[in-house]
């Protein structure tokens, strides 16, 4: 054998390649998840989930119905993650008070961190009760006369593009429309998203073109940490022209902070006499005046800002989201729309058609609610994979012993899929709105409804 070969780089690869091989063959025959069904491949290593993800354009997660219809409730799609679909476990995995706890690093980002979406339950849960009060029914009720003054605003803008026969994207519509809501109740500042031209503003803008990298952190989380801080050292018009995607980032943290920041100066230094007639708090409220007796944490701006962050995401795109699939529905369905229009008109004051009905009676029209609750069931969250971490001692899903610390995840699509897996004959109807469905309070419709507002989504 020719010595000349034995290169300490070819040593160092031949190291390497022994090593991965020898990792690979434990964890298709030693690891504690080698007993259940899988592709082998996929159990043997997390590349296929990124070849799908990254350079297949992210659709991992079409292919997981395929391998259930396959493996069957429970499979091995990586090697550390099973992936469930069967009802009863996505309550017991996703419900409220569960100890599957959400997997850290998979909420990581490396360019907006302090949030409590990103910690473990036993911390999140002092951060998350700073906000809780501001999303109870007294609170939101006080918030009537500012979503009734943006949504006759966004009719009203809707109105003028139907006059000029202009084309409206109402997927951007309806997130300015939310974000405007969510922005003014989060900082009492106006955020403008609507006054955009045709709707591109761009911070709205900025969460689209951010979540198409955003599978890149799940991948390479901390060479891109490393990058982002050193991002940071340059100007921002620098790292426009170097890294575009990164510069949309830093640009929503830069909006996020300034409103923190203004709104804590206006805390500190309120007006004499006050100019606000605003009959609502700030979300951030509490956050900016936490109790001490209480216990409550105290935020530093950094950490301020990434709840920002992520109020400016959770509320803006889920919301947006239902509502522009219940809107398609419906203007596919002549039928329904006409029998939802005729019992909003039969509420209109003086047969104003511009004189929104109050929240007390739009809570009491049932067929309206129906609607609300199929659209909520079509518009599920964020369209992946969201693990959770099974609890000390481990778990019984679907009749399998599951080991203490394996990644579990129940996507929303799955959740909606079920119904079609349940009702085999079904399986070639796509989704849609069922107009004939009556609201019912039973747990099986409860959990057939599975929409965002169930969705494992903190």
């Not at 340059?234 to 996020?256: A, D, F, G, H, T």
């Not at 530093?300 to 509320?315: C, N, R």
């Not at 994979?385 to 203490?404: K, L, Q, S, W």
Request: some cysteine; proline content about 9%.
């Amino acid at each position: 054998m020719d010595s000349r070969g034995l290169t300490p780089w070819n040593i160092t690869i031949a190291i390497l390649l022994l090593y991965q091989a020898l990792r690979m063959l434990y964890r298709l025959t030693l690891h504690p998840l080698a007993k259940f069904p899988g592709p082998k491949l996929a159990a043997s290593t997390n590349m296929v989930m990124a070849y799908h993800d990254l350079w297949v354009g992210g659709n991992f997660v079409k292919t997981v119905p395929t391998l259930h219809d396959k493996y069957g409730p429970i499979v091995r799609i990586a090697p550390n993650l099973l992936h469930v679909r069967d009802i009863d476990a996505y309550d017991e995995i996703n419900r409220i008070g569960s100890k599957f706890d959400r997997e850290v690093i998979f909420y990581s980002s490396p360019f907006f961190t302090g949030s409590y979406t990103s910690m473990p339950q036993p911390q999140a849960k002092p951060r998350k009760d700073l906000f809780v009060s501001a999303f109870s029914r007294g609170s939101i009720s006080k918030l009537e006369p500012l979503i009734r003054a943006s949504i006759a605003k966004f009719i009203g803008l809707l109105r003028t593009a139907a006059k000029e026969h202009r084309l409206v994207d109402l997927s951007l519509g309806f997130r300015c429309l939310t974000a405007d809501i969510a922005m003014e109740y989060s900082f009492q500042e106006p955020l403008g998203a609507m006054d955009a031209l045709e709707f591109k503003f761009k911070l709205i803008t900025a969460l689209d073109e951010y979540a198409s990298g955003g599978l890149y952190e799940k991948y390479f989380l901390s060479a891109l940490t490393l990058f982002a801080k050193m991002l940071e050292l340059l100007p921002p018009n620098i790292v426009e022209k170097l890294v575009p995607p990164i510069s949309i980032i830093q640009y929503m943290r830069r909006e996020c902070r300034q409103r923190i920041l203004s709104l804590k100066s206006r805390f500190q230094n309120p007006p004499s006499p006050p100019t606000s007639k605003l009959t609502y708090p700030s979300v951030f409220d509490t956050a900016l005046h936490p109790s001490a007796e209480k216990g409550q944490p105290v935020l530093t701006e950094d950490e301020l800002t990434a709840e920002a962050m992520a109020l400016l995401v959770g509320a803006t795109d889920t919301t947006a989201n239902t509502l522009a699939v219940g809107t398609w529905h419906l203007l596919n369905d002549a039928r329904m729309r006409g029998k939802l229009e005729a019992e909003l008109k039969a509420e209109m004051r003086h047969g104003d058609e511009a004189a929104l009905p109050e929240q007390a009676v739009l809570e009491s029209l049932p067929y309206l609610k129906s609607v609300i609750k199929e659209s909520l069931r079509l518009s599920h969250g964020a369209p992946g994979r969201i693990p959770r971490v099974t609890p000390e001692g481990g778990a019984i899903v679907c009749g399998h012993a599951i080991p203490a610390g394996v990644r579990c995840s129940i996507p929303p699509p799955s959740s909606h899929s079920l119904l079609i897996v349940s009702r085999p004959s079904s399986a070639t109807a796509p989704p849609s709105i069922t107009s004939t469905r009556p609201p019912s309070p039973t747990r099986t419709s409860s959990a057939q409804n599975a929409g965002w507002a169930r969705t494992p989504r903190s």
